[in-house]
């Protein structure tokens, strides 16, 4: 059984930092490009990043670019998220998954921007 568990979410200022955390398991996650993807309220899922098997090659979308970094540590089975200078609008719960589409994703870690 494909187990994906979102970590590290919480309520930050604006120009604050966070680090999230997906533990995986039930698949062969080192073999597998991983993906973060993201909702807001009354919004549709929302893809963010994106990174291959040995953690060489990333995508974000263009409005997180040069703020969020994605890795991955392959011995732990774990995808991280680095968030920095965050924006009220990075406002989401946040999904890692194992799939281009976020079909297969874990329940999400809600992150909350706020002064």
């Known amino acids: 059984e494909v187990q994906l568990v979102e970590s590290g979410g919480g309520l930050v200022q604006p120009g604050g930092s966070l680090t999230l955390s997906c533990t995986a398991s039930g698949f062969a996650f080192t073999w597998s490009y991983m993906y973060w993807f993201r909702q807001a309220p009354g919004k549709g899922l929302e893809w963010v990043s994106t990174?291959?098997?040995?953690?060489?090659?990333?995508r974000y979308r263009d409005s997180v670019k040069g703020r969020f970094t994605i890795s991955r540590a392959n011995a732990k089975n774990t995808l991280y998220l680095q968030l920095s200078s965050l924006k009220t609008e990075d406002s989401a719960i946040y999904y890692c998954a194992k799939d281009s589409s976020g079909a297969v994703r874990g329940q999400g870690t809600q992150v909350t921007i706020s002064s």
């Open positions: 990174i291959d098997t040995g953690g060489t090659w990333t």
